[in-house]
Every structure is written in structure tokens, then in C-alpha cells.
């Protein structure tokens, strides 16, 4: 057969399009504020709280995690320090899995989704209706190591990486929006990077 139509590109040497401002970094390195927590398997609980539709605050443990129908999504990863990590391939429940078991209020705009150790990200409740959000258990077909977020990692691939907490304990439905870790330390509160929105007095 021939080959691309002449002057096109070959199709996997086309320079791949970043977000504004970033660079190609190979691989995913091991990148966050304070220690890698110790998974104690039967206590744990991914906390669903705040402005839920039926007021009260639900909880899902390992098994329910396991048990929700799962997707797979292709995305980059960029973080606001300027790198970007192509094509990594995420596994887990939809977070709009999530949204329909346990709907938020109809007055919830924002959430803060909470780590483990206090680190959480404010996000606004449409970024996890998004279809390539997920509670992220697999990463490249292999379950997550602790480094990088296991049991569960929150990935929103049209955000910034902070947005996306190892360690997820918990999502907070809030009827405002509330500043999580860096947005409190000058980082901006949506994140999208492909407006570059990094700081928050770009607000
Ligand atoms: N709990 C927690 N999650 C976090 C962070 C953190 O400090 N704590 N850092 C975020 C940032 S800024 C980036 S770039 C990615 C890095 O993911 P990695 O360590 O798997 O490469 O994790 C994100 N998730
Ligand atoms: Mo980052």
C-alpha cells in the first residue's frame, strides 16, 4: 500500500499539541506534598459529604469502589509546573458514576475533593460529570503503586494534575466554591491548561 499522502505527516510522527506553556516530559514522576500514606484496606472509605441531594453522607469501601462499572481513558497528564506527560491510559469508575449514585443538591456548583492528610482540590461539580473523569484505580494496566495514588486517584484530564488527588478519601458537594490546598496558596480555582490558568489572579 503507499504510504501518507505526500508532504503529510507520518501518522505517529505528528508532533503532538500541548497546552500553552508546557513541555514534553517522558514519564510520570513521583510528585506530592508530604508522605505516601499506608493503605489500611478495611478501614477504608471514600467519604461522599456536604451538599448531597438527600442531605445525608454516604460511603463507599473497597468492594463498592471495585464493584462500579469501570471505563478507560487516554489523556495527558499536565501538571502546572510546566510538564506535561503524554498518553498515560487510566482505569476505574466514572466519576459520573459516582455523581448518579450519590447526586449532590440541586444548589451544589463546587466540591472539594479530599486526599488523605488534608490535601484537597476544589473543583466544580460539571469538571466530574465530565466523561473522561475517573476514580482512577489502574494506571498503563497495572493496578496503582502507593507512590502514585493507590487505591484511588481522582483523574479530570481537561485540568491541571493538582486537581486530580492520590490518595482520594473524599468528595465534599459544596453550594460555593472553597479554595482546596494550592488553590489557597495562589493557584487558580478552575485550572483548565489549555487557558492557562495557573494563578489565581488570573481570576
Ligand atoms: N494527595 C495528593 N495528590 C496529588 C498531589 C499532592 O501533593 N497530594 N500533587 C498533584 C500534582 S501537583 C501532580 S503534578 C500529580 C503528580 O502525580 P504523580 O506523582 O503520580 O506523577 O499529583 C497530583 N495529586
Ligand atoms: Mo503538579
Known amino acids: 500500500m ?3 499522502p505526500a508532504g503529510g505527516p507520518e501518522p505517529d510522527a505528528a508532533p503532538r499539541v500541548l497546552p500553552p506553556g508546557q513541555r514534553r516530559a517522558s514519564r510520570l514522576k513521583v510528585l506530592h506534598y508530604g508522605p505516601v500514606p499506608r493503605l489500611r484496606a478495611d478501614r477504608w472509605r471514600l467519604v461522599v459529604s456536604g451538599a448531597t441531594a438527600d442531605g445525608r453522607q ?3 469501601d473497597l ?3 471495585r464493584a462500579l462499572p469501570r471505563i478507560r481513558v487516554r489523556a495527558d497528564l499536565h501538571c502546572v509546573a ?13 466519576t459520573r458514576t459516582l455523581l448518579e449514585a450519590f447526586p449532590p443538591a440541586d444548589d ?5 475533593a479530599w486526599a ?30 502507593p507512590e502514585h495514588g493507590h487505591p484511588v486517584r481522582l483523574v479530570v484530564p481537561h ?9 482520594l478519601r473524599g468528595i465534599e458537594y459544596l453550594t460555593r466554591p472553597v479554595r482546596g490546598f494550592w488553590e489557597e496558596r495562589g493557584y487558580h480555582a478552575v485550572g483548565d491548561p489549555w487557558r ?3 494563578y489565581s489572579y488570573q481570576e
Open 2 to 4: 503507499s504510504g501518507p
Open 58 to 60: 454516604h460511603e463507599l
Open 63 to 65: 468492594d463498592g469502589l
Open 82 to 94: 510546566r510538564w506535561t506527560v503524554p498518553d498515560l491510559e487510566w482505569e476505574g469508575p466514572a
Open 108 to 112: 451544589a456548583t463546587h466540591v472539594l
Open 116 to 145: 488523605e492528610f488534608g490535601y484537597s482540590a476544589t473543583l466544580r461539580v460539571d469538571d466530574l460529570a465530565s466523561p473522561r473523569a475517573l476514580l482512577a484505580t489502574h494506571l498503563d494496566g497495572a493496578e496503582l503503586t
Open 159 to 167: 485540568l491541571y494534575a493538582w486537581k486530580g488527588p492520590k490518595w
Open 196 to 198: 492557562e490558568e495557573r
